[in-house]
């Protein structure tokens, strides 16, 4: 287990002092007023990536808690990388590298699906829920061929009419995420997004005792991962006992809602993704992470 022992923040190896504050003046309640111990979390494994690398002491243009309170800036504020070179005393090209880094050494820390559903087996959840959410981006045009030999806009998601990454996630019962996956163009349908990487895991832990709740964007799904029954055709109702079984299901499906709320709620880069969208998944990722330590899912 890691630990953390806050000190003084050391000043920019630029020289030149930063134009903002590292802390809030007056912490938030809760999660949010954890931002001191996330920014010395992510100090600590920015110094580490450092030392893997070999980067000489006093190299960089600005020290990893520096760099940590730059990262979290555009996570939370969305900040713009002319801001944050502005602000830091750093060029606009560095500002860039440093958020990169920030990224992966963030995403690193992301648990996989194996890890997360042994989690929510020693936690003892009944069940679990997927969902998906399309995180909007900027792109351009990008052509391709769907399975239906016609030619669409990759990362143009019809369902959401805008331009994202199809992001899928676990969450608890009661909406907390465990896990989100990388992501794939929004053009992609939410059951073949959770056939590449979702599902696999989640029938053996379906077979186990802990279904997964999903809507109708699942259906086909398979054995275990329970979607409401879809209205007959022909204006028949369904029976009651049918019914009910789908009221039931949607109010405890419904609690995973606050799951990606939470995500983008805390973390407001991701409203709009301005990078590459290939590096829509890691950064989701990442934001699980903070969330993660935040709320003290992880040390």
């Not at 630029?14 to 010395?40: D, F, N, Q």
């Not at 690398?53 to 006093?58: F, H, I, V, Y």
């Not at 730059?70 to 590298?97: K, N, P």
């Not at 939410?190 to 999903?214: K, N, S």
Request: glycine share 10%; net charge positive; proline share 8%.
């Amino acid at each position: 287990m890691i630990t953390f022992t806050p000190a003084r923040p050391e000043p920019p190896r630029s020289g030149r002092a930063p134009l903002i504050s590292p802390y809030p003046k007056r912490a938030a309640p809760g999660p949010a007023g954890r931002t001191k111990e996330v920014v010395w979390f992510l100090a600590k494994l920015l110094a580490a990536e450092r030392q893997r690398r070999g980067t000489p002491r006093g190299s960089r243009a600005l020290t990893c808690f520096w760099q940590a309170v730059l990262g979290l800036r555009w996570f939370r504020d969305r900040t713009a990388a002319d801001a944050l070179a502005r602000d830091h005393g750093i060029s606009r090209a560095t500002a860039y590298r440093y958020l990169d880094e920030v990224v992966i050494v963030l995403a690193e820390q992301a648990p996989d699906l194996r890890e997360a559903l042994e989690r929510a087996k020693d936690k003892g959840f009944s069940h679990l829920i997927l969902d998906r959410k399309i995180i909007p981006c900027d792109r351009c045009k990008e052509p391709a061929v769907s399975v239906r030999g016609e030619v669409i806009d990759l990362w143009y998601s019809g369902k959401a009419h805008a331009h994202g990454g199809n992001v899928q996630a676990v969450l608890a019962p009661g909406g907390f995420p465990l896990w989100v996956s990388q992501v794939e163009p929004g053009s992609v349908h939410d059951i073949t997004a959770a056939r590449a990487h979702a599902l696999p895991a989640l029938y053996p832990a379906a077979a186990a005792g802990r279904p997964a709740l999903a809507d109708l964007g699942y259906e086909g799904a398979g054995i275990g991962i329970l979607i409401p029954v879809k209205q007959p055709p022909g204006g028949r109702e369904l029976d009651v006992n049918t019914r009910t079984r789908n009221a039931l299901q949607r109010s405890l499906r419904c609690l995973g809602e606050r799951g990606f709320a939470l995500l983008t709620g805390r973390w407001h880069t991701l409203h709009h993704i301005t990078a590459s969208p290939s590096k829509i998944g890691d950064i989701a990722r990442a934001a699980l992470v903070l969330t993660h330590f935040e709320h003290g899912y992880i040390t």
